[in-house]
């Protein structure tokens, strides 16, 4: 029989990914992110008002060429995204059949994540929760928030029930975003929700605060935004001039009117673990309500927030008994569910059993040594190339050495789980700091992952109580019981771990050997990416990496490089032959360390820059204020005072805000509220021009503005 192919393709504006079912079976999946290596991957394109995104193209040709077949191979394609529908967009870019093209009916984004969780999860007959930032758009102008459904074994998924977010009322993936954006931290220029649920360990319980966060009779749960405003007003939380007297509806509305403050401050710990505490309590109160309603024993789970570990681990208290979580639970996931949703519902496919089978994130494509061998070649370190076995990496391990590892096939999802990995003793003092501070050069609150071998599992942590189903995916956290490994614990004494199965090949293997060395099968694991990239993908992407980074070695699919057998002069030309050669993104990774608190390494990247005009205006300039900030911590005033010029040489408005500014001040037009320097300042700001003597003039070198007391000091 010809085998049939179902292609499912996720086309939220942000995490863009394609999955591949063959019979039933995924057999290749991956998010745009990992080859366009733009990290999030938005897909917008021109205008992002005009909603426009692209299909994920380079993941839909990876996922073919995978399998070795092409588009006119695949039986039906299923595409679907969050907020609005994607149908005729994916056909203008994609040459296929449009009746080979299905869009689940609105809303469907829930449905989409629910099948990604139940046709890969080890239950036939379970529930299962969607909890993310939102999800399509209602006609009554609320959005999916939170929805249940439930399995009974046939491939149909029946709504439970279902809890919209809209107005003052917000998804608990929005709640937590709100204050990972308050606290300063993001990535890819969008909140960092993982960050704010490690920073949480830090923070200590406010019993003084107002809740934020009020469960419902009904199951649901109500997160107000109107009671975030007020918590934020209570703890004198920074307020924009201007805004102390409005009143947010809308979330954007509450950015604008509190400024961030750093995230390593107390109150920026306190907020996280009250973000955090109230995320635990909504999870479990509607999981609690979900399982009182059906009477199942198993829960699968997906969404965003399906990827806080340390809720996550506390999901049997709501009564079920075994918990799965899809490990690409955010919008790339339900690449996999809109695929399951074709093969089940639209081609009205038998259920087929998956009752205690066990996923297999491993989804890339294996790479072949003539791959390997090439991009050796390209980088120049043929010669810095040898082969090596696992019993070599693990004595490595065991000497303190930090490995960055690449084999077989990538995971799917965020979680390093032994096929990209950075690895080191988990034993070892300092090792986790290390990591943190010399190889990823991330925020030094940042916890790490454990991967250790499933038999020794119980000896080493504790994980009665905890979910059995999600230990092989780091998706939960537990307390350590061999003391060997106390040094791997997070803030709260906690640590996020994956077991490895002995048919997990090559990394079984090398746990083995570790044990030989240090004496217990376990490692650090944490995911082989830096500089903002997402995890690697490629041979190509794995020996840049490892060069930018402050790793020992590599061992890539069989093979060793040491990194203090490259020389300076080799180093550099082999990353610019890995592509390695833009100066904005020699940038761009200095202001990442800048905001991981790395303030020194990234004044050093930023000083050996240059500063020449052929960079562009927005390269002198974020040059220039990296270097400013850096001289004003130092408290060296002069280097900053000239430093301060530069950023106001390249600093101007967009062209419509600068024609405007200018006619008013041309034509001496006055506007209430804003006094006539101020005008003229921003008159001077216009695209091109150099504001700083306007800033000199209207000072007059006394360091104040004449005419001060007429202006509003709010």
Known sequence: ?????????????????????????????????????????????????????????????????????????????????????????????????????????????????????????????????????????????????????????????????????????????????????????????????????????????????????????????????????????????????????????????????????????????????????????????????????????????????????TANARLLESGYQDVFVQPAATDDGSAIGLAAYGWYVAMGQEWRSRQAKRFSPRLGKRYSARDTASVFEAAGLSGHARPTDVGEVARRIGAGEVVCWFEGRSEWGPRALGGRSILTDATAPGSVLRVNGSVKHRERFRPVGLSLDGDYAQEALELDGLPQALGYYMLSVAKVRDERLRGVCHQDGSVRYQLVAADEGIYSELLAEVKEVVGVPAVINTSFNTGGEPLVETPLDAVRQFLMCGADSLYLDGYLIVGDSIDPAARAAALRACGYTGQDRVLGRALQHEAAGYEEVAREIAAELPDDLSRGPDHLRERAGLLLRSAVNDGDLAAATVLFEEVWKWSAMPAVASSATRLLSERGATIPGVHPHALRLLAAMSAGNNALPTVKQLFGGRGEVEGSDDVDED
């Open 1 to 309: 029989m010809t085998d049939r192919y179902v292609l499912g393709v996720s086309m939220s504006s942000h995490d863009r990914a394609a999955a591949l079912m063959k019979d039933g079976e995924i057999v290749s999946a991956i998010a745009e992110e990992r080859i366009d290596r733009r990290k999030k991957s938005q897909g917008f394109y021109g205008d992002q008002s005009k909603g426009i995104v692209l299909p994920p193209l380079a993941a839909i040709n990876y996922v073919l060429r995978a399998e070795g077949i092409s588009l006119d191979d695949v039986s039906l394609v299923v595409c679907g995204r969050s907020v609005t529908t994607c149908r005729s967009e994916l056909l203008t870019y994609l040459a296929v059949d449009p009746d080979k093209v299905v869009e689940p009916p609105v809303p469907s984004h829930h449905l989409a994540h629910a099948y990604s969780a139940y046709a890969v999860a080890p239950f036939d007959e379970c529930d299962i929760l969607v909890l993310d930032e939102q999800g399509h758009r209602l006609s009554d102008g609320t959005s999916e928030s939170s929805t249940c459904f439930r399995a009974d074994g046939s491939g149909y998924l029946s709504l439970v029930k279902a809890f919209p977010a809209g107005g003052d009322r917000i998804s608990l993936g929005m709640y937590f975003d709100v204050f990972s954006a308050l606290t300063g931290l993001s990535e890819a220029g969008l909140p960092a929700a993982g960050k704010l649920m490690a920073l949480a360990a830090y923070g200590t319980p406010r019993t003084d605060w107002a809740p934020t966060i009020r469960c419902e009779p009904d199951g649901g749960f109500l997160a107000s935004l109107a009671a975030v405003d007020e918590l934020l007003a209570a703890v004198s939380f920074p307020v924009r001039p201007g805004y102390r007297e409005f009143r947010p509806e809308t979330i954007d509305d509450l950015r604008l009117k509190y400024a961030p403050i750093h995230w390593s401050s107390g109150l920026s710990a306190d907020l996280a673990r009250h973000a955090q505490d109230g995320l635990e309590t909504a999870v479990l109160h509607v999981a609690s309500s979900l399982r009182a309603a059906t009477g199942h024993r198993f829960l699968t789970y997906a969404g965003g927030v399906a990827l806080n570990c």
